[in-house]
């Protein structure tokens, strides 16, 4: 660790502390530290240092890559630098971020992490020295000699001999005059394109190289300007080299101007329209999905994830387009309302095998409509925020599997909140490759073509969501950016946006105790408040029509759709159709005539056509005419001539059909086939119990088990918080270590002896558990023994606390 590290991290203020937590919130992630020495462990590492460099703005990476060229050629950094550039703005930004260091001297140190995430700054390779040391006496000798050198030197005298003739522009540019035609043009790819390359005219490192004539990559590599860097073909130009090549005269731009996203005036009711029209489609197909998945799970692929062939199946029924799917699928997965169900295992001669048994939505989902529907759009678009992808993004071009397992690189949630830092309050945005460009200046370490296409996915799904309407933020997506954490900001360079919750940055999705499930903690309040008006406009009535149709004039209430799903088909374009199966699949379903009738008629803009009453009644009068009890089964009916008529029926005959009385007719086949054959030779039976009474046809709900990462979600320490409890903790000593196993075995007197040491060993070798402690269920990490009792770090309140040992009384699964 750096010393020096630690000691700066000592003379910063609380609020500076906070500050930099506050941009380095994975510090404090998955459980914060304790003291400023795991701080400045944990500020210094290689991943930390690169997530923190990812959110940096591209003048700032360009001059901490200056600055660590500067190091490690020795040129002084204002040389470097172009004139007329206010580097001090940039090095405060890299300061608070603790990429760089002021020294009391001046000098600027860099994390120590720093060189292993920018292995190539500036496009330069490694240093001379470096590349050198790893080459053999005989080699750089001949390199010596056809650099103008005599004589037999020490490796050390020939290391520094070659250094000083290639690091001086004047003497390289007189050299690489009397190069072969073509050499230029060969350095300079390795000088502007990258300093390493693979030269495929050179056999790997060991083979046999017969002499051949001068080439420019061979005489490149005799004169030290390129070295072979591996055992197979790849030559790596070490640093000085190309800076020499460069030019005295070169000095490195600094793109501190944002490219612009150019906005115009639009009109807030066009913008609330647009959203509300999205918004209430989207909780009106969600609810049509998870319908449909509810009724017969949908099949996934053998690598998990849904198919093409299925998305557009679903997109056929739902009435949308592919990528409308394709997000709905992924959101509802993300909310916890849809999840793939329990595996089984085939065993076979040779092998088992595992088959998928599809998608179905989980228990997650009867909460959800429980929800108001603010509530519920809330929840959707919370998972739709915390998503790690882009459902509609392209990748070469074709679409990704929704539900499929998430690749790797940077989170589509990282370039979602930049995106919304840029986008305009009260404006509409002009071109949305603008927004793509002044992301990739905010994210330079995103290759820019992933940028852009994620940034171009994410202003396509706002709109699908109702967060974008008329190109402007709604009122929910304004909730969303307000909810922004400070370091994300939306002019350029400079302090953090005001108006930002310093206290809540990246990793505090949630403050301790707020609800989980959906219900939507934190942002989710804001963005179903700001939802209720849009979602006021939804239509609670319908005009039905004489064909037995009922149509919709705008989106329709959750309340308004439900009861039209129960007796009619959904038909594109906001029209149900009744038929007699749809009537009879509601009274099936328990509903009677009566109830329909009145549910219809509140739902009707206008008195119900007859026609549609005169449906229900026909098709009530006849449901029921036959029945089938669960013997074997049987038929029973009140007409001996219908019943004879079922027993002569050639398309029944599959039953192969028996009166047993007048009135009773056996079958061959079970309740389910029976119904089903009867209602396909057009009779309307209904089942009843072994007691004689109706059976509803409705079947119990199936359930997929609840994703781990669709439960409740552990509270985060706020960067203030975490600053505060450093603070008071900074001079208290690290307690000395003990094994756990005899501590519990000693105090843990509430728990019987198993159960000490199965807790001791998880929390040693695992470094959580969940225990019962004073009847709380809570899951404890990183703990420190305190004589009798222990701190640990508590996941649910996002709190060190100590526990008195004697007191756990139970160690959960």
Same mark, same amino acid.
């Given at each position: 660790?750096?010393?020096?590290?630690?000691?700066?991290?000592?003379?910063?203020?609380?609020?500076?502390?906070?500050?930099?937590?506050?941009?380095?919130?994975?510090?404090?992630?998955?459980?914060?530290?304790?003291?400023?020495?795991?701080?400045?462990?944990?500020?210094?590492?290689?991943?930390?240092?690169?997530?923190?460099?990812?959110?940096?703005?591209?003048?700032?990476?360009?001059?901490?890559?200056?600055?660590?060229?500067?190091?490690?050629?020795?040129?002084?950094?204002?040389?470097?630098?172009?004139?007329?550039?206010?580097?001090?703005?940039?090095?405060?930004?890299?300061?608070?971020?603790?990429?760089?260091?002021?020294?009391?001297?001046?000098?600027?140190?860099?994390?120590?992490?720093?060189?292993?995430?920018?292995?190539?700054?500036?496009?330069?390779?490694?240093?001379?020295?470096?590349?050198?040391?790893?080459?053999?006496?005989?080699?750089?000798?001949?390199?010596?000699?056809?650099?103008?050198?005599?004589?037999?030197?020490?490796?050390? *005298?020939?290391? +520094?001999?070659?250094? /000083? #003739? %290639?690091?001086?522009? !004047?003497?390289? =540019?007189? @050299?690489?005059?009397? $190069?072969?035609?073509?050499?230029?043009?060969?350095?300079?790819?390795?000088?502007?394109?990258?300093?390493?390359?693979?030269?495929?005219?050179?056999?790997?490192?060991?083979?046999?190289?017969?002499?051949?004539?001068?080439?420019?990559?061979?005489?490149?590599?005799?004169?030290?300007?390129?070295?072979?860097?591996?055992?197979?073909?790849?030559?790596?130009?070490?640093?000085?080299?190309?800076?020499?090549?460069?030019?005295?005269?070169?000095?490195?731009?600094?793109?501190?101007?944002?490219?612009?996203?150019?906005?115009?005036?639009?009109?807030?009711?066009? *913008?609330?329209? +647009?959203?509300?029209? /999205? #918004? %209430?489609?989207?909780? !009106?197909?969600? =609810?049509? @999905?998870?319908?449909? $998945?509810?009724?017969?799970?949908?099949?996934?692929?053998?690598?998990?994830?849904?198919?093409?062939?299925?998305?557009?199946?679903?997109?056929?029924?739902?009435?949308?387009?592919?990528?409308?799917?394709?997000?709905?699928?992924?959101?509802?997965?993300?909310?916890?309302?849809?999840?793939?169900?329990?595996?089984?295992?085939?065993?076979?001669?040779?092998?088992?095998?595992?088959?998928?048994?599809?998608?179905?939505?989980?228990?997650?989902?009867?909460?959800?409509?429980?929800?108001?529907?603010?509530?519920?759009?809330?929840?959707?678009?919370?998972?739709?925020?915390?998503?790690?992808?882009?459902?509609?993004?392209?990748?070469?071009?074709?679409?990704?599997?929704? @539900?499929?397992?998430?690749?790797?690189?940077?989170?589509?949630?990282?370039?979602?909140?930049?995106?919304?830092?840029?986008?305009?309050?009260?404006?509409?945005?002009?071109?949305?490759?603008?927004?793509?460009?002044?992301?990739?200046?905010?994210?330079?370490?995103?290759?820019?073509?992933?940028?852009?296409?994620?940034?171009?996915?994410?202003?396509?799904?706002?709109?699908?969501?109702?967060?974008?309407?008329?190109?402007?933020?709604?009122?929910?997506?304004?909730?969303?950016?307000?909810?922004?954490?400070?370091?994300?900001?939306?002019?350029?360079?400079?302090?953090?946006?005001?108006?930002?919750?310093?206290?809540?940055?990246?990793?505090?999705?949630?403050?301790?105790?707020?609800?989980?499930?959906?219900?939507?903690?934190?942002?989710?309040?804001?963005?179903?408040?700001?939802?209720?008006?849009?979602?006021?406009?939804?239509?609670?009535?319908?005009?039905?029509?004489?064909?037995?149709?009922?149509?919709?004039?705008?989106?329709?209430?959750?309340?308004?759709?439900?009861?039209?799903?129960?007796?009619?088909?959904?038909?594109?374009?906001?029209?149900?159709?009744?038929?007699?199966?749809?009537?009879?699949?509601?009274?099936?379903?328990?509903?009677?005539?009566?109830?329909?009738?009145?549910?219809?008629?509140?739902?009707?803009?206008?008195?119900?056509?007859?026609?549609?009453?005169?449906?229900?009644?026909?098709?009530?009068?006849?449901?029921?005419?036959?029945?089938?009890?669960?013997?074997?089964?049987?038929?029973?009916?009140?007409?001996?001539?219908?019943?004879?008529?079922?027993?002569?029926?050639?398309?029944?005959?599959?039953?192969?059909?028996?009166?047993?009385?007048?009135?009773?007719?056996?079958?061959?086949?079970?309740?389910?086939?029976?119904?089903?054959?009867?209602?396909?030779?057009?009779?309307?039976?209904?089942?009843?119990?072994?007691?004689?009474?109706?059976?509803?046809?409705?079947?119990?709900?199936?359930?997929?088990?609840?994703?781990?990462?669709?439960?409740?979600?552990?509270?985060?320490?706020?960067?203030?918080?975490?600053?505060?409890?450093?603070?008071?903790?900074?001079?208290?000593?690290?307690?000395?270590?003990?094994?756990?196993?005899?501590?519990?075995?000693?105090?843990?007197?509430?728990?019987?002896?198993?159960?000490?040491?199965?807790?001791?060993?998880?929390?040693?070798?695992?470094?959580?558990?969940?225990?019962?402690?004073?009847?709380?269920?809570?899951?404890?990490?990183?703990?420190?023994?305190?004589?009798?009792?222990?701190?640990?770090?508590?996941?649910?309140?996002?709190?060190?606390?100590?526990?008195?040992?004697?007191?756990?009384?139970?160690?959960?699964?």
């Amino acid at each position: 660790m750096d010393e020096t590290l630690l000691e700066w991290l000592a003379g910063l203020d609380q609020d500076r502390l906070a500050g930099l937590l506050d941009l380095r919130p994975d510090v404090l992630r998955p459980v914060p530290p304790r003291r400023l020495v795991a701080v400045a462990e944990r500020l210094d590492a290689p991943e930390s240092v690169h997530l923190a460099l990812s959110r940096t703005p591209l003048p700032c990476l360009v001059l901490a890559e200056t600055i660590l060229v500067s190091a490690r050629s020795g040129r002084p950094l204002a040389g470097l630098v172009g004139p007329g550039i206010d580097r001090s703005a940039l090095i405060d930004r890299l300061e608070r971020a603790a990429l760089v260091r002021r020294g009391e001297d001046g000098e600027l140190r860099l994390a120590a992490g720093l060189p292993a995430v920018l292995p190539t700054p500036l496009g330069l390779g490694p240093d001379l020295a470096g590349v050198l040391a790893q080459v053999t006496v005989s080699e750089l000798t001949d390199v010596f000699r056809r650099l103008g050198g005599t004589g037999t030197p020490r490796k050390a *005298v020939l290391v +520094e001999s070659i250094a /000083a #003739a %290639l690091g001086d522009p !004047d003497k390289l =540019a007189r @050299l690489v005059a009397r $190069a072969p035609e073509g050499t230029r043009e060969l350095l300079d790819d390795f000088v502007w394109r990258g300093p390493a390359r693979v030269l495929d005219e050179f056999p790997p490192r060991g083979h046999h190289q017969p002499r051949r004539p001068a080439t420019p990559a061979r005489w490149a590599r005799d004169h030290g300007l390129v070295w072979s860097a591996d055992w197979e073909r790849t030559y790596v130009m070490p640093m000085e080299v190309a800076l020499a090549l460069r030019g005295a005269g070169h000095l490195v731009d600094l793109p501190v101007e944002r490219p612009p996203v150019r906005t115009a005036p639009v009109a807030a009711g066009h *913008v609330a329209h +647009e959203a509300s029209v /999205a #918004a %209430l489609r989207l909780l !009106d197909r969600a =609810a049509a @999905l998870l319908q449909a $998945a509810a009724a017969e799970p949908l099949p996934e692929l053998k690598g998990g994830g849904v198919g093409v062939k299925e998305v557009r199946r679903l997109a056929d029924r739902l009435s949308c387009a592919d990528d409308e799917v394709r997000l709905l699928l992924d959101l509802t997965h993300a909310a916890g309302l849809l999840a793939a169900n329990a595996v089984t295992q085939v065993r076979t001669r040779r092998t088992t095998e595992t088959r998928r048994t599809g998608v179905s939505p989980t228990r997650g989902y009867d909460g959800w409509l429980e929800l108001s529907p603010a509530g519920r759009y809330a929840a959707l678009v919370e998972a739709w925020w915390r998503l790690p992808i882009s459902p509609t993004r392209r990748y070469d071009g074709k679409p990704r599997n929704p @539900l499929a397992p998430a690749g790797s690189g940077t989170p589509s949630s990282v370039i979602r909140e930049v995106v919304y830092g840029l986008l305009p309050a009260g404006a509409a945005v002009v071109d949305a490759e603008e927004v793509a460009a002044a992301a990739s200046w905010h994210l330079p370490l995103v290759q820019r073509a992933s940028c852009r296409e994620v940034v171009l996915a994410v202003l396509a799904e706002s709109r699908l969501l109702g967060l974008v309407g008329a190109d402007a933020l709604s009122p929910p997506g304004l909730a969303l950016q307000a909810a922004l954490p400070a370091s994300v900001v939306h002019e350029g360079l400079g302090e953090p946006r005001p108006g930002g919750k310093g206290e809540a940055g990246p990793g505090d999705r949630r403050e301790a105790g707020a609800g989980g499930g959906g219900r939507c903690g934190g942002r989710g309040g804001g963005v179903a408040e700001a939802a209720e008006g849009l979602l006021a406009v939804a239509r609670q009535q319908a005009l039905f029509g004489t064909d037995l149709t009922a149509v919709v004039t705008g989106p329709p209430a959750a309340a308004l759709a439900e009861v039209l799903d129960r007796a009619a088909d959904r038909e594109p374009g906001g029209t149900w159709r009744f038929g007699p199966s749809s009537v009879r699949r509601a009274l099936d379903a328990g509903h009677t005539a009566a109830d329909l009738v009145t549910a219809l008629a509140v739902a009707a803009a206008g008195p119900l056509p007859q026609p549609l009453t005169y449906l229900i009644q026909d098709v009530d009068r006849r449901h029921g005419e036959i029945g089938v009890l669960p013997v074997g089964c049987c038929v029973v009916g009140d007409d001996p001539a219908l019943l004879a008529e079922l027993a002569a029926h050639r398309r029944l005959a599959k039953l192969r059909p028996r009166l047993l009385a007048p009135t009773v007719l056996a079958s061959a086949l079970d309740p389910a086939q029976t119904l089903a054959l009867l209602r396909e030779a057009g009779y309307a039976p209904v089942e009843h119990t072994a007691d004689g009474s109706l059976a509803v046809a409705a079947a119990p709900p199936r359930r997929a088990p609840a994703r781990p990462a669709a439960r409740r979600e552990p509270a985060v320490l706020g960067a203030a918080r975490a600053a505060a409890w450093l603070a008071r903790t900074a001079g208290e000593p690290a307690p000395v270590f003990h094994g756990l196993r005899e501590v519990f075995t000693r105090y843990a007197t509430g728990l019987p002896p198993k159960a000490r040491e199965r807790v001791a060993m998880e929390l040693q070798y695992h470094g959580t558990a969940r225990i019962v402690y004073d009847g709380e269920d809570v899951t404890v990490s990183a703990p420190e023994v305190r004589g009798a009792d222990l701190d640990v770090w508590c996941h649910e309140s996002a709190e060190f606390r100590r526990l008195d040992l004697a007191r756990i009384t139970k160690v959960l699964t």
